[in-house]
């Protein structure tokens, strides 16, 4: 007779009248056994009738063993679904003993049924019967049961396969993952009323649920094998579940069982803290685990889904715990689909290396750049080294893409750069792999160069030459052209590179500014000419006395900035004559008059820039003049006015 809860099933209605002695069951009855079961170690001495009579495969193994003629045949059973435990409860059920289904012992029992064939034919409410009704009943409705069952299928997952429960408790909890958690109930919980509010003795208190969170189930699914986890979050993925959702709870299975990656939490993950699981992963059982979840080819495993710390994360592991090539392969290509989307922080990993003196994994965070250049990284249309005179807002995802992992690699060469150990061709190739149109402006590289130089004094001058070659200094700000300016870290030539682009974008600033400063003097002049009488020729005047002013500040301000870059190209030009003196035969740059213009053609600005500076003088000596003149003028015309007024 079948009695049942919703927790459980009761079978059987005799009392327990098994005992045990040492690996040996006996069914105390009365009658003497005839017949000896061997599971694994352990022996039942039970009788023929009960076995045979619910069992096909036991009807079939004693007719064999009868037709030996022993009186008390053997039965050897190597491989049983659960194993003696089982066997023990299968047992009682033939006999008539009372047991309990529950979630925890359902699935092997289910198993076994199977195993032994103990169908209908062999007797009404046999056990496969039994125990579907328990699963169809009870665990199918309950998420918490189909987790317990499902993570018993751990223990017989080649017979729960073959049986198809593994698949079954599997679609339950996957239709109950994509379902609403506030719209059903589990066994032993608070009730609820259709409208929401908790049920006490079926009289709503009007008190309101909190509505679940969509990881509510990461931590029950966490529980099973990872092979299980993975037909999960498969079925679920299939199922149409939220990508993002699918690629939460991975994230929480994999800082569970592998406890190094909980040192750094990404800020984005979920609110959940994952708990003890009560038994610490071997290292090889971790190695083993990182390679599967890294092998994963889902969807949520694609760019964006995952945080690219988990990559790196999973990457340090990988490398603590010596997995494979490939393994670590994979899991640098993976960081660099998505490298626009790391921080500094991310890329700052250490060295594990033995043959490596580096503080710093640079050879990593070098082929995790080429990675990302592989992929569909071109330069757009039309761009060059002059890329910073385009507007941002104008940049299409990939040169956005580009320029972001630019800034990045420029932070990382400048946290890396003092490094003393870090060799230059190194630190260079980093740096160069950068395509130049990603960078919109240099002071990234710079600020990394500049620290490298002072970290490595020991440099020689060739050496420092090749590395500040990276440098477009075009591609300088003024904050940046200033410090270069009077940096004595930095090779001579850079210096006066750095002081010619200085002067040019100055004497190309005076040049736009001269426009502007016409139409000042002919609005003054307007107001100096126009008849205003009273208050609005008091105004015209203060007006124009106060434009004036701001007139010549500027212009002094720009005179003394030039007679400044005047001052430093005149003394570095001196300290050139004097270097030229002291070679023979004509030096490194020349002789005489020539030095100067040598150095102009070297740095790739002629006899423009002579030119150029005498033409910017002449401007600003006549607009000098000029405003001079028209502030007179206008003084007397407005004398006159009021004189007449």
């Known amino acids: 007779m079948l009695t049942g809860s919703m927790a459980c099933m009761k079978l059987g209605s005799k009392s327990d009248s098994f005992k045990r002695q040492g690996q040996d069951w006996f069914r105390t009855s009365g009658l003497p056994t005839d017949i000896i079961i061997e599971v694994g170690e352990v022996s039942f001495h039970l009788h023929k009738f009960p076995l045979l009579s619910r069992s096909g495969v036991m009807e079939r193994r004693i007719a064999e063993a009868s037709k030996e003629g022993d009186d008390k045949c053997l039965i050897q059973i190597s491989d049983f679904p659960g194993g003696d435990k089982t066997f023990e409860l299968v047992a009682k059920f033939c006999y008539g003993v009372k047991l309990e289904l529950t ?51 751990d223990e017989v997952l080649k017979y729960a396969d073959e049986f198809n429960i593994t698949k079954k408790c599997i679609e339950s909890l996957a239709m109950r993952a994509l379902a609403d958690p506030n ?17 006490w003795n079926g009289i709503s208190t009007g008190a309101r649920r909190e509505d679940t969170s969509s990881d ?38 994999t800082r569970k069982y592998l406890p190094v990656l909980k040192r750094r939490r990404h800020s984005g993950s979920s609110s959940i803290t994952p708990l003890s699981t ?26 964006g ?15 603590i715990l010596k997995a494979s090539p490939s393994c670590i392969e994979n899991l640098e290509k993976r960081i660099g689909r998505q490298l626009d989307q790391a921080t500094l922080e991310d890329l700052v990993m250490p060295s594990f290396s033995h043959t490596v003196e580096t503080l710093y994994d640079v050879d990593s965070v070098q082929r995790i750049l080429d990675h990302f250049l ?36 420029d932070g990382y060469l400048a946290e890396v750069a003092p490094d003393a150990n870090l060799k230059l061709p190194k630190f260079q190739a980093l740096a160069a792999s950068v395509p130049d149109y990603a960078r919109l402006l240099d002071d990234g590289l710079y600020r990394a160069i500049d620290i490298y130089l002072k970290h490595h004094p020991w440099l020689a001058e060739k050496e420092r030459e090749d ?48 426009p502007v400063l016409g139409s000042l003097v002919g609005r003054s002049r307007k107001l100096g000419s126009d008849g205003f009488s009273g208050e609005s020729t008091k ?59 040598n150095v102009s053609k070297k740095l790739g600005f002629g006899m423009k820039l002579k030119s150029h500076q005498m033409d910017s003088a002449q401007k600003v000596s006549s607009l000098k003049s000029n405003n001079e003149n028209a502030k007179i003028e206008k003084l007397k015309d407005v004398k006159e006015r009021q004189e007449k007024y």
């Open 216 to 253: 509510w189930w990461y931590e029950d699914a966490s529980m099973v094998s990872f092979a299980l986890f993975k037909r999960l979050i498969t079925l679920m993925d299939s199922r149409g579940i939220r990508e993002e959702i699918v690629a939460g709870s991975l994230t929480y299975y």
């Open 305 to 319: 889904l995952l945080p690219t710390k988990f990559f790196v994360d999973m990457l340090i592991i990988a490398k």
């Open 374 to 409: 592989s992929w569909d990284h071109t330069m757009p249309v039309g761009a060059s080294s002059s890329c910073s005179s385009v507007d941002d807002g104008n940049l299409n995802e990939s040169s956005q893409s580009m320029t972001a992992v630019a800034k990045l690699i």
């Open 103 to 153: 979630a925890s012992n359902v699935v092997c029992l289910r198993c076994a049924a199977k195993h032994l064939e103990m169908t209908e034919e062999y007797g009404e409410g046999n056990l496969i019967s039994q125990t579907g009704k328990f699963f169809n009943q009870v665990v199918f409705k309950s998420w918490k049961y189909s987790i317990k069952a499902l993570q018993c299928c």
């Open 539 to 597: 105004g015209g005047w203060e007006t124009a006395v106060r434009e004036n002013q701001d007139l010549k500040v500027g212009m002094d301000k720009m005179r003394m900035r030039v007679c400044e870059l005047e001052k430093e190209c005149s003394k570095m030009r001196q300290e050139i004559e004097k270097l030229d003196k002291t070679t023979k035969g004509g030096g490194a740059f020349g002789s005489g008059s020539k030095t100067w213009e």
């Open 183 to 199: 719209s059903f109930v589990e066994y032993g919980g608070p009730m609820q009323s259709p409208g929401g509010s908790v049920l």
């Open 278 to 303: 009560g038994s610490v992963l071997s290292e090889e059982e971790q190695k083993h685990l990182l390679e599967e979840i890294q092998e994963l080819d889902l969807p949520c495993m694609q760019k």
């Open 467 to 514: 590395l500040c070659r990276l440098l477009d200094c075009q591609k300088l700000s003024t904050e940046a052209c200033t410090h270069a300016a009077q940096n004595e870290r930095l090779p001579l030539r850079i210096i006066v590179q750095v002081l010619f682009i200085e002067q040019l974008q100055l004497k190309a600033s005076v040049a736009e500014y001269l």
